[in-house]
């Protein structure tokens, strides 16, 4: 079973840019059929969908947040990154990154989070 652990500050300054890496084990962020996401959840809200890149390195954000974010990885060390720019308060959330099956869109496999709080 594949393992995703997420790494990242804790706290991030207003207007400053969030940077998250997702580092995977037992498999391979390049296997055919799969993406990888970043999904939030701010507190006492519901899972909010980030984007994702695919196996083939495709990417693909949600439109309300794709003008703030880029997701890119590096297939020697098997991890991806989110960056978030130009954060705010609103932006504090648990961030997951998650292993989806590229053609049911199902979420397979969970990071187990990290807290990011954006202050100052």
């Known amino acids: 079973q594949v393992q995703l652990q997420e790494s990242g500050p804790g706290l991030v300054k207003p207007s400053q840019t969030l940077s998250l890496t997702c580092t995977v084990s037992?498999?391979?962020?390049?296997?055919?059929?799969?993406?990888w996401s970043w999904i939030r959840q701010p507190p006492g809200k519901g899972l909010e969908w980030i984007g994702y890149?695919?196996?083939?390195?495709?990417?693909y954000y949600s439109p309300s947040l794709k003008s703030r974010t880029s997701i890119s990885r590096d297939t020697s060390k098997n991890q991806f990154t989110l960056q978030l720019s130009s954060v705010a308060p609103e932006d504090t959330a648990v961030y997951y990154c998650?292993?989806?099956?590229?053609?049911?869109?199902?979420?397979?496999?969970w990071g187990q989070g990290t807290q990011v709080t954006v202050a100052s």
């Open positions: 998650v292993k989806g099956d590229y053609e049911s869109y199902n979420l397979l496999d």
């Open positions: 037992g498999g391979s962020i390049t296997s055919v059929g799969y993406y």
């Open positions: 890149i695919a196996y083939s390195g495709s990417t």
